[in-house]
């Protein structure tokens, strides 16, 4: 398994602002993902972030609106960008330690509220 | 693409066995099915993930017929530790998580 942190665990933040999110992973990995997971909702996947490269967008979520770095095996980060009340979420980065099989990892999420 | 598809919500004693089928259609011939549990607050957490037949772990089994069109996600005498949202994913998009199952174990 792989041990994944975030930070901030939580934030409370006005409509309008920016927020960068911070995944950590003990390991070096492959394959990293953040996902979206709104109030008593499922997990939706944002984007999977590439290490070296511009990361890969699911429909409906783009670079500006969510822009994702990845400057090496261990780490990520993902911002939520001129914030409004709808993206009040969870976000949660997630890991691929066996890319044959997809089993996933997941770090404790950061709990969004926009205000 | 590929989808998977879970009952809701259901509800169990203590010390009961539960059941929860997912549905895998159009699933590949090299895609794993994989569960995972999430609790309130919590990242999903990886439980047991199979490619046919039978798997056993500490926590779970895990029951896949030979056509692999579905699954079988089985908790021996749940406690009420194990209320939580139960998620099946296997398909061609491997990344997709469905709606998922609440399970409520009741005392």
């Known amino acids: 398994s792989a041990v994944i942190s975030q930070k901030p665990s939580r934030d409370i933040c006005q409509r309008g602002t920016s927020l960068t999110i911070q995944c950590q992973v003990d390991s070096q990995v492959t394959m990293m993902f953040w996902y979206r997971q709104q109030p008593g909702q499922s997990l939706t996947l944002i984007a999977t972030?590439?290490?070296?490269?511009?990361?890969?967008?699911e429909s409906g979520f783009v670079i500006d609106k969510f822009p994702i770095s990845r400057p090496n095996l261990t780490f990520s980060t993902l911002t939520v960008s001129n914030m409004s009340p709808e993206d009040s979420s969870i976000y949660l980065c997630?890991?691929?330690?066996?890319?044959?099989?997809?089993?996933?990892?997941f770090g404790p999420g950061t709990r969004l509220t926009v205000t | 693409l590929a989808k998977t598809t879970q009952p809701i919500s259901m509800d169990s004693y203590e010390g009961q066995e539960v059941n929860i089928t997912c549905s895998h259609n159009?699933?590949?011939?090299?895609?794993?099915i994989t569960w995972y549990q999430q609790f309130p607050s919590q990242g999903p957490r990886f439980i047991i993930q199979?490619?046919?037949t039978k798997v056993t772990n500490e926590v779970a089994s895990l029951f896949i017929p030979a056509d692999r069109k579905s699954s079988t996600l089985s908790l021996p005498r749940v406690s009420l530790s194990d209320t939580a949202v139960y998620y099946c994913l296997g398909g061609i998009n491997r990344l997709a998580f469905g709606k998922g199952n609440q399970v409520v174990v009741i005392p």
């Open positions: 972030a590439n290490q070296g490269s511009e990361a890969t967008y």
């Open positions: 159009n699933i590949a011939t090299n895609d794993y």
């Open positions: 997630s890991v691929l330690l066996l890319a044959e099989t997809y089993e996933q990892y």
């Open positions: 199979g490619y046919k």
